[in-house]
């Protein structure tokens, strides 16, 4: 294994660690879910395009289909999804709270847009606008370890209050 792919190891190992120890607020928007009411479970079934180019469309949750976790209400689209994140919500929950990983990894907490996603080894990560996701993907691996390195002394701050820039959710469905 090369120094970098190492380095990238330690980093997401960290991250669960920090992840684990620290049980911060999430970020939640108007709706009042979590992810602005998308279900974080169908993000991993969808195909990712390449960096640089705009990720498919979330799959909206269900107002009827719901499970709680950090203290926050998730939204499903099929109670298959819901079991499956009760399973396992450290696996599917947004990292960073569903703060901006761009935001973490200049050191602050921000609001994460649930349409603007990436999976990166295995984990959901949100930005906050369509510019910072230009900046997030110009270097994942150093944003991976920036945030990283600065996710333990922002996460029991308390969740950002601001809202998306120029966004409104329409989720969940009824």
Partial sequence: MNRFALTIAAAATALSFASAAFAGDQYIDETGYAVSGYDVVAYFSL??????QTQP???EGNKS???????????????????????????????YDGHCAYGVAQGGKVP?????????????YLNITKNVVGFWEEDIPGNLVKSTGNWPSLDPKP?????????SS???KS
């Fill in 159 to 167: 969740a950002s209050e601001n809202t998306i820039p120029q966004w």
């Fill in 57 to 59: 469309a979330p799959v």
């Fill in 47 to 52: 195909e990712q395009n390449p960096v640089g």
């Fill in 170 to 172: 329409a989720a969940p």
């Fill in 65 to 95: 289909i719901t499970a709680e976790y950090n203290g926050s209400k998730f939204a499903f689209s099929t109670e298959a999804n819901r079991d499956a994140f009760l399973a396992n919500p450290a696996k599917y929950a947004p990292q």
């Fill in 112 to 124: 994460g847009n649930p349409t603007l996603w990436r999976i990166v080894d295995d984990k959901l």
